[in-house]
């Protein structure tokens, strides 16, 4: 039997489902009230998690129970967070605010040299090296020796590859010489125009994703909600 | 008296005008404006039947604007309101969604179904998993949010079975804050009591560059656990994870996510720095479709995506409880969809096609143009 505990989380998931469902009618104080309760509890979730995983357990014990070595170290975080915080507090902002500026630097910079490290080592490289090798002739002689069919589809791959590709750059390209009109010649209005087909094809595919993904979400809620009616009947009949 | 109109077929200039002497006042051709009723003129004038015609609807005219007679009320034309439209649209599409999917949820026998192909790299995934053993520690990452654990947990449950079965010891972390908690959920849902326990390494901020770190230096990355205490220790709770001194050290690498960014950000930072272990990812349908690419080029050894995929990764002889809730009802919600897709698609191409529509929406352009 379930206790009353239960039973009130039971309902107020249905409720809360119920207001979420209520955008089909439109927007609507109900739905905004369900997606507050839903951001605020998840923020405050959130301030937790990193105040015990983040503040306490990277910055208060070591710094408590550390060597003077690591103390020194932590001061750097410490004092660039503290910095940051120049930018939030209202009194300091309008005459502090340059203060937080240090801070901003390092994270930008910092965020961006990884990042495009990761996106040249992790993406580009491997990425174009793999497209490459879709044209490879000794796989492809390889794979002609294996089965014809699968050099056949090897072929069409590499084929849809390589147009894919070439027109989804083309037709991105705006570019024309100085003196002439600002018109693209004729044939690369062509092969933009392939392209265009294959952006749309991509994101059509991104579009049955996101559909495919939003799906289980509503499956779920809808056998809560029937579940917790159930459960309803069944109290009112007993 | 006026001549007969018939024989007026000369071509002087009185003929042409509509009113004589008054050039460009009115149309030429105002045959038009039939009028059987041919009144007498006071004097004698050289006039044809249209110009007559003419001069007696100015004549109307004139006399219209001095009564000032209202003028005749039409019946009001049916006004077209987008927005109800699409309220109307929307209120019909969630009805009928709701109801297919609640229908099959009723009545749903929940047996597995067969699935057709299972493709190379959910075999892959397969072999990796089954291939562990009792000594080996996994690396889970747990990189979704709440809002996908309705898609995601089924997915997860499909992994997690054949990581509990083979006794490996998952070792969980995410770099969002909700995913410990994540983790945590799905575990009390299919854990067995006789399943090792999972370390808890927890939350781990700072997008990129934090996953830079875990790569770097996992230890000192989390120097503790969930509960505080140091998991790197010997006398710690899973004495195994003394082994363990880089990435790399794990049997295998699985990232559950349901972001392709988050996803890119695991393959750019991460996958460089693992060797020979194998690199697993099991994404939400949203994501899998960008992170393909990676697959193809070798960066991956095994992926499943969404719920089709770990449809596909379960076995028949040993459905996945969670998977069989949400299948029936996916299979007849996605059915649905696409009817609405393609009904849309051809009540579109229908209306496109109308002259009249294109007209409209041309008139329409121009009007936004400056």
Redesign the interface.
């Known amino acids: 039997m379930m206790d009353m505990t239960e039973i009130m989380a039971a309902a107020l998931g249905f409720l809360i489902t119920c207001a979420i469902f209520s955008y089909i009618l439109g927007d609507n104080p109900l739905l905004r009230l369900a997606l507050h309760v839903l951001a605020g509890a998840a923020a405050g979730y959130t301030a937790l998690v990193v105040f015990n995983t983040t503040i306490k357990a990277q910055i208060y014990e070591p710094y408590m129970h550390g060597s003077t070595e690591e103390r020194l170290l932590l001061g750097v975080p410490i004092i660039l967070g503290v910095l940051l915080l120049a930018k939030l507090v209202p009194p300091l902002s309008s005459r502090l605010i340059w203060a937080g500026n240090p801070t901003l630097a390092f994270l930008s910079g910092v965020g961006a040299a990884v990042a495009v490290g990761g996106a040249v080592t992790g993406t580009i490289l491997p990425q174009v090296w793999a497209s490459v090798n879709v044209l490879d002739p000794q796989a492809v002689m390889e794979t002609a020796r294996s089965s014809p069919w699968s050099l056949v589809e090897m072929v069409g791959n590499a084929v849809i590859i390589l147009l894919g590709t070439l027109t989804t750059l083309i037709a991105f390209h705006f570019g024309a010489r100085s003196g002439q009109t600002p018109q693209r010649p004729g044939w690369i209005n062509t092969l933009a125009q392939i392209g265009q087909g294959f952006i749309a094809i991509t994101l059509g595919v991104l579009f049955a994703g996101v559909l495919l993904a939003a799906l289980p979400a509503m499956i779920e809620r809808c056998q809560s909600a029937l579940e917790f009616i159930y459960m309803l009947l069944g109290l009112v009949i007993r | 008296m006026m001549d007969n109109p018939q024989d007026q077929q000369d071509d002087t200039p009185q003929k042409k005008e509509a009113v004589p002497g008054l050039e460009d006042v009115l149309p030429l051709n105002a045959a038009m404006f039939e009028s059987d009723e041919i009144l007498p003129v006071p004097f004698s004038v050289d006039i044809s039947e249209p110009q007559y015609k003419h001069i007696r609807l100015l004549e109307r005219m004139l006399a219209q604007e001095n009564e000032g007679t209202p003028p005749p009320a039409q019946p009001p034309k049916a006004e077209y309101h987008p927005d109800s439209f699409q309220?109307f649209l929307?209120?019909a599409?969630?009805?009928i969604?709701?109801l297919t999917?609640?229908i099959n949820?009723?009545y749903s026998n929940r047996s597995p179904s067969a699935v057709l192909a299972v493709p190379g790299e959910i075999t892959q995934t397969r072999m990796i998993l089954r291939g562990l053993s009792s000594e080996s520690m996994v690396l889970v990452a747990f990189d979704y949010e709440?809002?996908?654990?309705?898609?995601m947990e089924?997915l997860a449950a499909a992994v997690f079975q054949d990581i509990l079965t083979t006794q490996a010891v998952p070792v969980i972390l995410s770099t969002s804050?909700?995913g410990?908690?994540q983790a945590a959920r799905l575990m009390q849902k299919i854990q067995p009591p006789t399943a090792r326990q999972p370390i808890y390494l927890?939350?781990l901020?700072g997008?990129?560059?934090g996953l830079?770190s875990l790569t770097n230096s996992l230890r000192n990355t989390f120097?503790?656990d969930?509960d505080?205490e140091s998991p790197w220790l010997p006398d710690s709770a899973n004495p195994k994870l003394q082994a363990i001194n880089s990435i790399a050290d794990f049997a295998a690498v699985i990232v559950l996510s349901?972001d392709a960014e988050n996803a890119?950000?695991w393959?750019?930072?991460v996958?460089?720095a693992l060797n020979k272990t194998p690199f697993i990812f099991a994404l939400?349908?949203?994501?899998?479709?960008?992170i393909r690419?990676?697959l193809?080029?070798?960066?991956l050894q095994g992926m499943i995506g969404?719920?089709?995929g770990a449809h596909a990764y379960q076995e028949p002889k040993q459905p996945n409880a969670m998977l069989q809730?949400?299948w029936d009802?996916?299979a007849a919600?996605?059915w649905v969809?696409v009817a609405f897709i393609v009904c849309g698609s051809g009540i579109s191409l229908v209306l496109l096609s109308d002259p009249a529509r294109k007209k409209r929406r041309k008139q329409r352009q121009k009007r936004r143009l400056p």
Do not use: D, H, K
């Open positions: 309220r929307r209120l599409i969630g009805v969604l709701i999917i609640s949820i009723l709440p809002g996908f654990s309705a898609e089924p804050p909700l410990t908690l927890g939350y901020p997008g990129a560059a830079m120097p503790l969930v505080g349901a890119r950000n393959l750019e930072q996958q460089p939400s349908a949203q994501a899998a479709p960008l690419p990676y193809s080029g070798n960066q969404g719920v089709i809730m949400t009802g996916f919600g996605v969809a």
